[in-house]
């Protein structure tokens, strides 16, 4: 059968004495609408990928505008703290010198203790301003953030340290001011 068919087509081309019918004929038209939607198409394709580009340059830029946000609310956190803490220290330090039942000896203790809070939270916000203000570090905003939130949770842990040595002295002192007061009764009986 393949044999047939083949012959068919060797006897057909040979009969044609090999004359061709002549030129084919192209429709220019149709080459030209094409080549027009290619360069159309590179045309849209490289707006697009401006676009593309322009809008990667602005997702970085709010994710840098982010990281400022986040570290200028830990830096808010951290002084609104230290201003508590201060606060905190000067009342509270001022309440307990001035009470009748600490001794003089135990006067410097007390003041040593809480001035020894205050030089840590000093020494934290000259340590945070050379963070914030110098390229020295060469930090990411990722790892400075990681720095400032760590500063922050520090200052919490300084205002609750503060809190107990003051409840501590209060106990002391309030212990004091019983013991005088059962040992300065009067007795009747």
Do not use: W
Not at 29 to 51: D, G, P, Y
Not at 96 to 106: C, R
């Amino acid at each position: 059968m393949k044999t047939k068919i083949i012959l068919f087509l060797l006897l057909a081309i040979c009969s044609q004495d090999g004359h061709s019918q002549g030129m084919p004929v192209y429709d220019n038209t149709n080459f030209i609408s094409l080549a027009k939607s290619l360069v159309e198409s590179a045309k849209q394709t490289s707006q697009l990928l401006k676009t593309v580009e322009f809008l990667n340059e602005q997702k970085q830029r709010i994710e840098q505008v982010n990281s400022v946000i986040k570290q200028i609310r830990a830096v808010k956190e951290i002084i609104r703290n230290n201003q508590e803490l201060v606060k905190v220290v000067q009342h509270d330090l001022e309440e307990v010198l001035n009470s009748p039942f600490i001794k003089p000896e135990e006067i410097e203790r007390v003041t040593v203790s809480f001035h020894s809070i205050m030089d840590i939270t000093m020494q934290d916000m000259e340590f945070m301003q050379q963070l914030l203000t110098s390229n020295l570090l060469k930090m990411t905003d990722a790892e400075r953030l990681a720095i400032l939130e760590a500063q922050k949770e520090r200052s919490r842990e300084m205002i609750v340290e503060v809190g107990l040595r003051t409840r501590r002295f209060k106990t002391i002192i309030s212990f004091r001011e019983m013991q005088s007061k059962i040992n300065n009764r009067a007795i009747n009986f």
